[in-house]
């Protein structure tokens, strides 16, 4: 009777039938549940709310590196294909590529008063916030720049000119 009460719990819990409050624990195993994919994941693929349920597991057994958190995964990039129902490691998924190496990327500098574009190719990845190398396309030149968004590398927030000073020619006289 116990068992049968406790199965229809987990489906329940499963189905989204019961509020995480609700949601049985056993008191022998540490019961504890943790997202996993319902479908298969495939590599590089962002993560949606809907790719992942909630399973019930024993909380001694995982390891440190397990995620615990569904917030922890959606909007997150599979590093490798993620199965069905199989638990997912922090390794196993990363901040989305936004640049791709060898694709077209627009380099972006602004100041106050205006921004300026230009069409360059990106020779790493890199994720929001990642530094990465461009190849500026008009003058083959390498810059660096920090991603912004799809596509978008920004180039830096003010290139004001700066004066340098005149040194005096090694015999002191101007």
Do not use: W
């Not at 329940?12 to 994941?41: F, H, K």
């Not at 909007?75 to 190496?101: F, H, Q, S």
């Not at 602004?110 to 500026?136: F, H, P, Y």
């Amino acid at each position: 009777m116990v068992r049968t009460c406790l199965l229809f719990l987990l489906l329940g819990a499963l189905c989204g039938a019961l509020p995480a409050a609700a949601q049985p624990v056993d008191a022998d195993t540490e019961t504890v549940y943790i997202p996993v994919p319902q479908r298969r994941i495939e590599a590089e693929a962002v993560i949606k709310h809907e790719d992942i349920i909630e399973v019930a597991v024993d909380g001694r057994r995982l390891s440190p590196t397990v995620v615990r958190d569904r917030r922890n995964l959606v909007g997150m990039a599979a590093k490798k294909p993620l199965e069905e129902n199989k638990v997912i490691n922090t390794y196993d998924i990363a901040a989305p590529l936004l640049v791709k190496r060898n694709e077209l990327v627009t380099m972006v500098v602004k100041s106050e008063v205006m921004q300026l574009t230009a069409q360059g190719r990106a020779l790493e990845n890199g994720a929001m916030g990642d530094v990465v190398r461009v190849l500026n396309t008009g003058s083959k030149k390498t810059v660096e720049g920090i991603v912004t968004g799809t596509g978008t590398v920004e180039l830096g927030a003010t290139f004001a000119p700066t004066a340098i000073p005149k040194q005096a020619p090694a015999g002191g006289q101007p």
